[in-house]
């Protein structure tokens, strides 16, 4: 499966990112949220955050432009699993608008983008 992690330094941002989803026609229960795109693609959101000797202390490589990152002991990870980019990119910055604070996701090559530079051309699920 294709997949990242969203992340910030928000303890909310499960719930920020389920509102985003069902208020787009998708759907949610407990711990996932889910939404199927026009291409019929699904991305399911989870709220599992991985141990904090996973994600937070593996080496990343900031995307161009990226100058703003987490301060991954403080950081949540969200894992997402889309085999879309474009419906992935399209939710993420969704997310992004309206989050607290900033978004960032950590992609399958361990690349940190910032939430508003994402570009389904380019990152890698």
Known sequence: MKGALVLSEDADLFEVARD???????????DTAQLRGPDGFLLTLFRDEYPGD????????????VEDVPQM?????LPVECRSEVLFVDVVRAISAAAAGPVWVLDNESVLWA????????ISL
């Not at 996973?54 to 432009?65: C, L, N, S, W, Y």
Request: proline share 8%; no cysteine; aromatic share 6%.
């Open 20 to 30: 985003v989803i069902v208020g787009r026609g998708g759907t949610a229960v407990e």
């Open 54 to 65: 996973d994600f937070r202390e593996q080496p990343f490589t900031p995307a161009g432009g």
């Open 73 to 77: 002991t403080q950081a949540h990870g």
């Open 115 to 122: 939430a508003e530079q994402l570009d389904p051309t380019t």
